[in-house]
C-alpha cells in the first residue's frame, strides 16, 4: 500500500539555519504530495502542497519540490525562525480514490534555538 | 475561507459519560473526516463522510458513534469511553476526490478520567 517515510526528529537548529526535512514515498498511482504544520497545541495547518511532477509548492519562506523520478518531496526554508518550531507532516493522496484519504508520515519534530 | 471550526477546545469526561463533539465547515466540501491523534503521532483517520454518508469508518469501537445531519455540520458521539481514549480529536474537509487538500480544525483535546 501507499506509504510516507519522514526523516525521523527531533531537529533542533540556531536561528537563521538552512533547514531540510527529507521525505520520500511510496504510492501505486500518481498522487499529491503535501507539507502540515502543527503548532503547539494546534490542529494541522497545510503549509504547502504539490500535485505533479516538478511542481513546486511554497509557503512563508518553505519550498518542496515533486521528484517523481525519486519519489521524494524534501521540505526545506533557506532561513528558519523561532516561530517555526513545530512538528511538520509529510503526506500524500491517491488522486485515484474516490475521497481524498491521506497518507502522513511519522512527523518531524522542529525546534529552533534564539 | 478555509476554516474549519470546532466545540469543544477541550472536554474532560468519566467513563460512565454520555457526549458529542461538534465539526463546522462552510467551504461546501462533500467530505468530512474525524481523526484521532496520540501525543507525538500522526493523526489516525476513524471516519470518513462522503455526501453525508458514512463511506469509511476504521474498525473503531461503537463508543465512538458519528453523525452527519448535513452536509456543513459533522459530530462524534462519545459514551462510556475509556482513559486509552484520550487524544486530540480532529475534524477535516475537503472536496470530494482524490488528492484534493484535506482542511483541519483546532480540534478537542478529550481526557477521560
Known amino acids: 500500500g501507499d506509504s510516507v517515510t519522514q526523516m525521523e526528529g527531533p531537529v533542533t537548529l540556531s536561528e537563521e539555519a538552512f533547514l531540510t526535512i527529507n521525505c520520500t514515498y511510496t504510492?501505486?498511482?500518481?498522487?499529491?504530495l503535501f507539507w502540515y504544520v502543527q503548532y503547539p497545541g494546534e490542529g494541522l495547518q497545510l503549509l504547502l502542497k504539490?500535485?505533479?511532477?516538478?511542481d513546486k509548492g511554497s509557503n512563508k519562506g518553505f519550498e518542496a519540490t515533486y521528484r517523481k523520478e525519486t519519489t521524494s518531496f524534501h521540505l526545506e526554508k533557506g532561513s528558519v525562525q523561532v516561530s517555526d518550531s513545530a512538528v511538520y507532516f509529510c503526506?500524500?493522496?491517491?488522486?485515484?480514490?474516490?475521497?481524498?484519504?491521506?497518507?502522513f508520515g511519522s512527523g518531524t519534530r522542529l525546534s529552533i534555538r534564539p | 475561507d478555509t476554516e474549519v471550526t470546532q466545540t469543544p477546545k477541550h472536554l474532560v469526561m468519566g467513563m460512565t459519560n454520555k457526549k458529542s463533539l461538534k465539526c463546522e465547515q462552510h467551504?461546501?466540501?462533500?467530505?468530512m473526516y474525524w481523526y484521532k491523534q496520540k501525543a507525538k503521532k500522526p493523526p489516525e483517520l476513524m471516519f470518513v463522510?462522503?455526501?453525508?454518508?458514512?463511506?469509511i469508518n476504521e474498525s473503531v469501537p461503537s463508543r465512538f458513534s458519528p453523525e452527519c445531519p448535513n452536509s456543513s455540520l459533522l459530530n462524534l458521539h462519545l459514551h462510556a469511553l475509556q482513559p486509552e481514549d484520550s487524544a486530540l480529536y480532529l475534524c477535516?474537509?475537503?472536496?470530494?476526490?482524490?488528492?484534493?487538500?484535506?482542511?483541519f480544525g483546532p480540534g478537542t483535546r478529550l481526557l477521560v478520567l
Open positions: 477535516a474537509s475537503s472536496q470530494m476526490q482524490g488528492g484534493e487538500t484535506q482542511y
Open positions: 504510492a501505486t498511482g500518481y498522487p499529491s
Open positions: 504539490a500535485t505533479k511532477a516538478d
Open positions: 503526506a500524500l493522496s491517491d488522486r485515484d480514490s474516490s475521497a481524498s484519504k491521506i497518507i
Open positions: 467551504m461546501g466540501h462533500r467530505a
Open positions: 463522510y462522503s455526501y453525508e454518508k458514512l463511506s
